[in-house]
């Protein structure tokens, strides 16, 4: 099958992640797959041409249509990306084999005047793919998306790079100024609104007034954007000094994730959060907000702790409950492992979308 995907973006985040492992499986499985992309840097090309896409590249409506054209089947992710493929791929006629990805709940979709443009955009593709429950709610009544279009395919997760142990994590830790019996939390996030790290890094700054051994390691970067900058003003407002690592874009996280004891994340909002997936692979508890589809990831009480959105208070005491219980931490780390491996596999979710696609051709 002759796929295209187009996407708002190429640069590092959990959608793209995402569509780099479907692009993976499908050439894996003899697929054709090329891809497109509107705008930014374009971080991950290569990735997605050493998982086996034809070609990649960055695409406006003319080169949209063409590629469109010669597809059989045409999958968009994430809401510009979405508006601009079902409107060209219309006039192209592809509709009939067009598929919308939602990787997230928008909240630019609660707008009436974005609301009602995406009620007939949104409605164009044959199917729309949510990554959970939650978000097929939320595309349902906000975005005007008829329901029986709508069908959730859980992310799927390779588990493998996220199971090795740090060969020596004691120089691991030493590299990124930790302590060897620190308590280290890490969060792998976009430096966006929707992330929340003004509330982070207020709820560790609390709890190490309670314990100076906790850590934090922030992982990620604005690319569009001064919010890593303001992140890093409020760490020193806060006096966190080197307590608060700010480490970038990084593309070892397997091996941060490994040198780490939890995972901490204060999201406002989640589609589904697929780095919840990556920690729990790696045997972390994870602390996060009680919203949108977290919960339908994060286990509360088994899995990790979740807490109220924008609440550094009880985030806080989180925090200080998993430092001071490494026994709680382990069973939860290991309960995690368990629940990425039954629920949250790779090879389901490939086969799962590959299915939809087949349906989609064939039609009603």
């Known amino acids: 099958m002759r796929i295209l995907h187009v996407i708002t973006t190429l640069d590092v985040g959990?959608?793209?992640?995402?569509?780099?492992?479907?692009?993976?499986?499908?050439?894996?499985?003899?697929?054709?797959?090329?891809?497109?992309?509107?705008?930014g840097a374009g971080t991950l090309a290569d990735d997605f041409r050493a998982a086996g896409a034809g070609w990649v590249g960055k695409v406006g409506p003319l080169a949209i249509f063409r590629e469109a054209r010669r597809a059989e089947l045409v999958h968009?992710?994430?809401?510009?990306?979405?508006?601009?493929t079902a409107a060209v791929a219309t006039l192209a006629g592809r509709r009939r084999v067009l598929v919308s990805g939602k990787h997230n709940d928008e909240q630019v979709l609660k707008r009436r005047a974005v609301s009602l443009v995406h009620g007939i955009l949104g409605n164009l593709p044959a199917r729309t793919i949510v990554l959970s429950d939650h978000v097929g709610r939320f595309v349902a009544e906000h975005g005007r998306v008829r329901p029986e279009k709508i069908e959730r395919i859980y992310y799927g997760l390779d588990p493998s790079p996220f199971e090795a142990e740090s060969s020596d994590r004691a120089a691991d830790r030493a590299a990124?100024?930790?302590?060897?019996?620190?308590?280290?939390?890490?969060?792998?996030?976009?430096f966006a609104p929707q992330k929340a790290h003004d509330v982070l890094l207020r709820a560790f700054a609390r709890a190490r007034a309670e314990r100076d051994d906790v850590r934090l390691l922030l992982v990620g970067d604005d690319p569009f954007g001064d919010?890593?900058?303001?992140?890093?003003?409020?760490?020193?407002?806060?006096?966190?000094?080197?307590?608060?690592?700010?480490c970038g874009i990084r593309r070892d996280v397997p091996a941060l994730l490994a040198l780490s004891d939890a995972f901490v994340m204060a999201s406002l909002w989640e589609g589904?959060?697929?780095?919840?997936?990556?920690?729990?692979?790696?045997?972390?508890?994870?602390?996060?907000?009680?919203?949108?589809?977290?919960?339908?990831v994060v286990v509360d009480g088994e899995t990790g702790l979740l807490v109220p959105p924008a609440n550094e208070e009880e985030l806080s005491a989180a925090l200080l409950r998993l430092a001071g219980d490494a026994g709680l931490r382990a069973r939860m780390g290991a309960a995690g492992r368990e629940r990425?491996?039954?629920?949250?596999?790779?090879?389901?979710?490939?086969?799962?979308?590959?299915?939809?696609?087949?349906?989609?051709?064939?039609?009603?």
Do not use: I, N
């Open 76 to 84: 968009s992710h994430l809401l510009k990306a979405d508006a601009l």
């Open 176 to 190: 990124l100024g930790l302590g060897a019996d620190d308590v280290v939390f890490v969060c792998v996030a976009r």
């Open 227 to 246: 919010g890593r900058a303001r992140a890093e003003a409020l760490a020193r407002e806060l006096d966190l000094g080197g307590a608060a690592v700010f």
């Open 272 to 296: 589904l959060g697929l780095v919840f997936l990556e920690a729990m692979a790696a045997g972390l508890p994870v602390v996060a907000t009680r919203v949108s589809a977290v919960p339908e």
């Open 14 to 39: 959990g959608a793209e992640m995402h569509l780099l492992s479907q692009v993976r499986g499908q050439t894996a499985r003899g697929h054709e797959v090329r891809v497109g992309y509107l705008k």
């Open 340 to 364: 990425v491996a039954a629920e949250f596999g790779l090879e389901r979710m490939v086969d799962e979308t590959l299915e939809l696609y087949r349906r989609v051709r064939e039609g009603p």
